[in-house]
Nanobody, 113 residues
């Protein structure tokens, strides 16, 4: 499995970004797809994840601001991020979990005025 993430960048506080991650290879029904992030000096943390059937889990810090979605036909997961604040600044990593974890290359999100 290979994961290709895109959509990061620089945005002002209160702004929005949309991340995309396309998976290639063999995708099976149990696969969870999601996003993690790692800020400088901090551990990588779960942001959001989604099952193939659409059940979602969010970190408490992003609930109500971020929305994860998934297009199974395209093997693609999206993360819509609204009302961004400087604490959201991090490298965001796409993830596929089937017991074994697969990671994308990471995309930088910087929230700054």
């Amino acid at each position: 499995v290979q994961l290709q993430a895109s959509g990061g960048g620089l945005v002002q506080p209160g702004g929005s970004l949309r991340l995309s991650c396309a998976a290639s290879g063999t995708i099976v029904s149990i696969d969870l797809m999601g996003w993690y992030r790692q800020a400088p000096g901090k551990q990588r943390e779960l942001v959001a994840r989604i099952t193939r059937s659409g059940s979602t889990t969010y970190a408490s810090s992003v609930t109500g601001r971020f929305t994860i979605s998934r297009d199974n036909a395209k093997n693609t997961v999206y993360l819509q991020m609204n009302n961004l604040n400087p604490e959201d600044t991090a490298v965001y990593y796409c993830n596929l979990n089937r017991g074994v974890m697969f990671w994308g290359q990471g995309t930088q999100v910087t929230v700054s005025s």
